[in-house]
């Protein structure tokens, strides 16, 4: 017990087995611990009977008798083990502790690191002037967001209730029937906006024609399909 004082050391003061240097301190330790002083008085009539020593032989104060070597023998084994048990509780937390650290940092990469993963296309927003329509023979319905720019009319588009197979494309039509066309998409099965495939379609295009040129956009099935949807302004 050279290095600290512990508390499984009650023991062996009361038996007498301590150095002196050793005693001293666990005396020094025993002041401020009520633990030990109560483990010492129920061990203080143990240690008597157990010495075999008569009160009128025992040593002088200060030099406690020493007991039997089977009893040295027993505490020192005592003391042994209680110390193997500190030592393989300690061993466990500290497993503990690493698994946790582990695991924080396995969170972390698991949860923070995809930094260089590509982020997933948003579906583009409808933006600027609204114009909707449903086409009654087709079910086909659709939204159109135009913004006027310098250069002719940003469009950005909603298509929904259409299934496929198909190809299609969107047209801007101006007020004297010339056709411009915005953008060009494949619908796969089930198709968008239906059972299956709640999601509508979603783009973003453009066209030279001016906000004020055009008078209506149509939605048209390539290779002469006919159209799927009409939307006047």
Known sequence: M??????????????????AGDRRAFEAHLRG???????????????????????????????????????IDLVRRRQARDRRMRRVAYGAGAAAAAALVAIGVGVGTTLGGDEGAKPQPQPQAIVG???????????????????????????????????????????????SGARSVVGGWRVPEPGYGVPGSPKPLAMQGATALSRTEISRFQVVVDGGGGTLLTIPL
């Open 33 to 71: 611990c009520g633990l030990c002083q109560a483990e010492l008085r129920e061990m203080g009539s143990l240690a008597e009977a157990l010495s075999g020593i008569d009160p009128a032989e025992a040593e002088p104060p200060g030099e406690p008798a020493r007991p039997p070597a089977p009893v």
């Open 129 to 175: 002037e609204r114009h909707q329509a449903t086409d009654a023979r087709t079910g086909a319905s659709g939204t159109v967001g135009l913004v006027n720019k310098k250069w002719g009319t940003q469009v950005t588009f909603e298509l929904t209730n259409v299934k496929g197979p198909l190809k299609c494309h969107l047209e801007a039509v101006s007020t």
């Open 2 to 19: 050279s290095s600290q004082v512990e508390h499984t050391d009650v023991g062996a003061y009361a038996l007498g087995l301590l150095e």
